[in-house]
């Protein structure tokens, strides 16, 4: 059954009413028009009665009169003077008959000249009685009242008179009373009738006008509120209602209205909490999230296509690890400043966004017709805006991004898995050396899949004699002897083959498979360098997280102790950004491992932010200028500065200086020059078994250098 508002509601009680209201007038008007009736049928009764009551009266003191008067004519049996009195008794009004009749009920005369029944026994229906009557006697039918009365002497019966009274004029004269009687009875009744009639239409004509004036004032307004409320229920907060009753109606759609304008405010500040990032002031994921679902709707079909850049910031943890947090959300701001600006001229008019996904994490939109191209630019143009340093606190912060790339409909078509391949490029950019861009392509997806599967295999790898530490021979610059070596870990996979370290030790680390990982290369080395000429020195690298950990200096004094090495062979390689966690800590740890006689040395040194002036506070014994200085040494005069001040810095501190990554005899001419103590590079020698290292170290002309030693 349909739901009934309130309107049909009130029109059925109105109808109900008005249909009770129809009924008792109706009832009403019935009854009188009854009583009417009555009253008449009443009315011709009495008067009736009374005319007939009236008419034998008349008739009785007639027929007496006639009985007096006819006495001696019918006992002298004078028939002349009996029609005398006969035909005066006729001539009066209503008179119908006069019969006089002897004593055997004979007619004796009429009133008539000739009499025409004289001597006939009377045989009418009256006859019977007016014969045998001893007074006057009434007798009547519908036309006539009969009155008969015996004529007497005496005792002695002589006859009769009977006189016929006609109804007729009586009846007309009750006729027409009755008439008029009945006549203003119809009259009194058609205007009741009308009375009603008009009533009725009131009644009617208010009950429209109720119904009316409920509609507007109660319906309209509650279907206006509702009709809001569904608004608001859709998600469309902002309803215009006002009014101007002073009414509780008025106050409701006012209180409403108000209502409204509150939840549409805190709808807003919602959305803006929900859907900004508060710290670039750009949209967030959320937000981001409803954008592309609105593009991709919009372009389904149309063959336009959409890209995704996703920009992952390299290393940003190191920020906020030593430069602190605050320094981490400038650099942010200020990152987040430049890839809206190159989105903005790669777009080259065309719709385009970026968003923070969080962390260090950006996604930009692109649209366009050679939106391919577009994203290729505004990813160069990223990467070529991070070649300028950041300044964060009086201090420059180089910043590298990696950049995934996917688009829209080539790679996938929903919003979902869209994100996910950007993701997926991204971090293939990351594997990739980092600091660059890719497009998405299916065979990553393979790839990333290998990346979790990793994790899993790489537990028990070392068990199972998958990993393999190699030595990366360390050559002194002055003399050109190698001095001693770097370890470094390889995973041979037993599907993939050769795992790089900078796959899989991001995953150990991540895991914390660092830590058993870390003592068991710490251990190899110490063994493997036992056997290795007095004097030469084994290089281990010790992860943030090894340092962090706590118990690194206990680890070494076991090892040690274990082996028996001389606790000057051995050198551990931390990186800046390790020591720079928790400086008060480190500087403790890294004093008493020094205690001991174990050499310090800073790994990647350059890549950090912590500037020259931090040697002063770290109690290290070398660093090693990373590589990618030494790559660009020979092209770019700003590292070639930077690395002679690093040199010149170290050596006022008394800090040995180590090359890494010398691929070329420039370079090695050019670090010498410069005053570099030592080197290290696939020019020297590439990463070798313990036993080539021996070897090598024995007798360096043994070994080839250059491109053709074996290794990585
Ligand atoms: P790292 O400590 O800076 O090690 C030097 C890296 O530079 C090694 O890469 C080495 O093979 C590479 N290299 C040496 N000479 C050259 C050269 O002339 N050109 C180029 N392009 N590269 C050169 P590898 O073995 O892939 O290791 C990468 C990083 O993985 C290492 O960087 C180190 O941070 C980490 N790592 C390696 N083994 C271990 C380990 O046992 N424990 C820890 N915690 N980290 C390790
Ligand atoms: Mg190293
Ligand atoms: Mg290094």
Redesign the pocket.
């Known amino acids: 059954m349909m739901p009934r508002g309130l309107h049909q509601r009130f029109l059925l009680a109105m109808a109900a009413t008005l249909a009770v209201a129809l009924l008792v007038l109706g009832a009403a008007w019935v009854q009188q028009r009854e009583s009417h009736r009555e009253i008449a049928a009443l009315s011709r009764g009495s008067l009736q009665e009374l005319a007939l009551g009236a008419l034998r009266g008349r008739g009785e003191a007639m027929a007496s009169l006639l009985a007096d008067a006819l006495t001696n004519p019918v006992y002298y049996f004078d028939l002349l003077a009996v029609g005398e009195i006969a035909r005066s008794a006729l001539a009066q009004r209503d008179v119908a008959y006069v019969l006089v009749f002897d004593a055997e009920g004979r007619i004796l005369h009429d009133g008539s000249p000739d009499i025409p029944g004289f001597g006939q026994p009377m045989q009418d229906a009256f006859a019977f009685e007016a014969v045998g009557t001893s007074g006057a006697h009434a007798q009547w039918s519908e036309q006539v009242v009969d009155v008969s009365h015996p004529i007497q002497i005496g005792d002695e019966r002589l006859g009769g008179v009977r006189i016929g009274l006609s109804l007729a004029g009586p009846m007309r004269i009750e006729a027409e009373a009755v008439a008029a009687l009945e006549g203003r009875a119809r009259q009194a009744s058609e205007r009741s009738l009308l009375l009603l009639a008009v009533l009725f239409t009131l009644l009617v004509a208010v009950g429209l006008a109720l119904t009316h004036l409920v509609s507007r004032a109660l319906v309209r307004p509650i279907r206006d509120l509702a009709a809001a409320a569904r608004a608001m229920e859709a998600g469309q907060y902002r309803v215009q209602l006002t009014s101007e009753r002073q009414d509780e109606i008025g106050e409701l759609i006012r209180a409403f209205g108000r209502m409204s304008e509150s939840v549409d405010r805190h709808d807003r500040d919602i959305r803006r909490i929900a859907y900004g990032d508060s710290l670039t002031g750009l949209p967030n994921r959320l937000a981001f999230r409803e954008l592309l679902d609105g593009e991709l709707n919009q372009r389904k079909g149309s063959g336009e296509g959409l890209a995704l850049l996703f920009v992952d910031l390299d290393d940003f943890k190191r920020i906020n690890d030593t430069l602190g947090h605050d320094a981490g959300d400038e650099v942010l701001a200020q990152f987040a400043e430049r890839i809206r600006h190159c989105v903005e001229i790669a777009a080259r008019g065309q719709t385009s966004r970026v968003a923070r996904f969080g962390g260090d994490e950006f996604v930009a939109l692109l649209t366009g017709a050679e939106v391919r191209d577009a994203a290729a630019h505004a990813a160069e143009g990223i990467l070529t805006e991070l070649q300028h340093p950041v300044q964060v606190h009086g201090r420059q912060v180089f910043l590298g991004a990696s950049v995934g790339i996917t688009l829209f409909p080539d790679d996938a078509t929903s919003s979902a898995v869209l994100l996910k391949n950007g993701d997926i490029a991204m971090y293939q950019a990351k594997v990739a050396g980092k600091n660059c861009y890719r497009f998405y392509s299916k065979a990553m997806d393979q790839a990333v899949e290998r990346q979790v599967q990793l994790e899993g295999e790489l537990r028990g790898a070392w068990e199972r004699g998958e990993l393999q530490?190699?030595y990366?021979p360390i050559v002194a610059l002055e003399s050109g002897q190698p001095l001693g070596a770097?370890?470094?870990?390889?995973w041979q996979h037993p599907r993939l083959g050769a795992v790089?370290?900078?796959v899989f030790?991001d995953v150990?680390?991540q895991t914390g498979l660092?830590d058993a990982?870390?003592q068991a290369?710490l251990a190899r080395?110490c063994a493997d360098a036992l056997r290795w000429p007095d004097g030469s020195f084994v290089s281990?690298?010790?992860?943030a997280r090894?340092l962090r950990a706590g118990d690194l200096a206990e680890q070494v004094r076991r090892v040690l102790d274990d082996t028996r090495l001389e606790p000057s062979r051995l050198h551990l390689?931390l990186?800046e950004t390790a020591v720079l966690g928790d400086e008060a800590q480190a500087i403790a740890l890294l004093a008493r491992l020094r205690a001991m006689g174990v050499r310090i040395w800073l790994?990647?040194f350059g890549t950090g932010f912590s500037g020259l002036s931090h040697l002063r506070r770290v109690p290290v014994d070398g660093v090693?200028i990373?590589?990618s200085f030494i790559?660009d040494m020979l092209r770019d005069p700003d590292d070639l500065a930077l690395t002679s001040a690093i040199i010149a810095m170290a050596h006022s501190l008394g800090i040995t200086v180590t090359g890494?990554?010398?691929?070329a005899q420039g370079q090695l001419d050019m670090l010498r020059e410069r005053g570099c103590d030592h080197a290290?590079?696939?020019?020297?020698g590439?990463?070798m078994s313990t036993t080539e290292l021996a070897l090598h170290l024995n007798d360096p002309a043994s070994r080839p250098t250059g491109a053709m030693t074996s290794?990585?």
């Open positions: 530490v190699l990366q770097e370890a470094l870990l390889r790089p370290p900078s030790i150990a680390e660092i990982l870390g290369v080395a281990v690298n010790v992860s090894q390689e990186t790994d990647d090693k990373d590589r790559a890494e990554g010398v691929e290290q590079g696939f020019w020297l590439r990463p290794g990585t």
